[in-house]
């Protein structure tokens, strides 16, 4: 018959580690003698250098085939998206609604489009150049100060009586209001391919037909021109600003009406499902009295 196992006291396990620490009969230290500790740290101190070293060679080989200024790959849309300002979003609805006679509500809507403007007031753009209107404006050198490329300039008072210079409100103390549409940047995307054609903005009324009795467009025609294209990037460009169109609607009998603002080129989608904001924006605009 087995014998069961004599339970050892606290005393002997405290010796039996003490002994597993340091054993004076084999000279081991933790299971090994001090010259294996030797030859297994060296082992390590090796695997572990010549891993970093393996480690700090990839990332050095990857940083240095990237080109700073244009990412080798783009998971953005091939065509733009379009933003429309003052941006109010109601779920996933983009309604601009406003109270001609209450002046807190003209004040958030034309606060909106004052400070969306900043950066294209004069001073602001001044570093800028005045660019040859109607041609792409291309730069295989990195000429401008501090290695960078040229912009373009845009200035507020090309956006017309939807400037906010003359008229602050921005037409939102009446029936006459104005948006601002600005197409959203691709590295060295060229619209209509290249063939000297400016994309242009389109804005067309999916309801409420009867409720607009005119439609304008700052610039004229709703043109963003060629001069803003092709875009080299933050970094290659830092003072680059995006063109603008703005768009002021005269709104009658029930002042509401469902707008749909499409920049029109060949090149530009707009009828992706999946992304409602590529080539196009859609809104609800309503004058409350």
Not at 56 to 84: E, F, K, N
Not at 217 to 223: A, E, H, M, R
Request: proline content about 6%; glycine content about 6%.
């Amino acid at each position: 018959m087995a014998t069961l196992k004599e339970k050892r006291t606290c005393g002997q396990r405290c010796e039996d580690f003490g002994r597993f620490v340091w054993n004076s009969d084999t000279g081991t230290m933790f299971g090994r003698t001090p010259e294996k500790w030797v030859y297994i740290s060296l082992y390590y101190v090796a695997f572990y250098v010549i891993m970093t070293g393996l480690f700090s060679l990839a990332i050095w080989t990857l940083m240095y085939t990237l080109d700073p200024y244009t990412p080798d790959y783009q998971d953005r849309l091939t065509s733009p998206g379009v933003m429309v300002w003052p941006p109010t979003y109601i779920e996933e609805d983009v309604v601009l609604s406003y109270n001609m006679s209450d002046k807190a509500s003209q004040r958030k809507m034309s606060n909106c489009l004052s400070n969306f403007l900043k950066p294209y007031n004069d001073t602001s753009q001044q570093p800028n150049r005045n660019c040859t209107r109607g041609q792409y404006f291309k730069q295989e050198k990195f000429e401008a100060p501090h290695h960078t490329k040229y912009s373009c300039r845009f200035t507020q008072s090309m956006l017309g009586r939807c400037s906010g210079l003359d008229e602050p409100t921005f037409g939102y103390n009446g029936t006459m209001p104005c948006v601002i549409i600005k197409m959203n940047r691709i590295i060295n995307f060229l619209p209509n391919n290249g063939t000297g054609m400016a994309p242009h903005l389109n804005c067309t009324i999916l309801s409420g037909h009867d409720n607009i009795d005119m439609i304008e467009y700052f610039p004229t025609n709703g043109t963003f021109d060629l001069s803003y294209f092709p875009y080299y990037g933050k970094l290659a460009q830092p003072t680059y600003v995006n063109p603008l169109v703005a768009v002021k609607f005269h709104l009658v009998k029930e002042r509401e009406a469902k707008i749909q603002c499409r920049v029109v080129a060949h090149n530009i989608a707009y009828q992706d499902s999946y992304e409602p904001y590529q080539g196009k924006v859609v809104f609800l605009l309503k004058a409350l009295k």
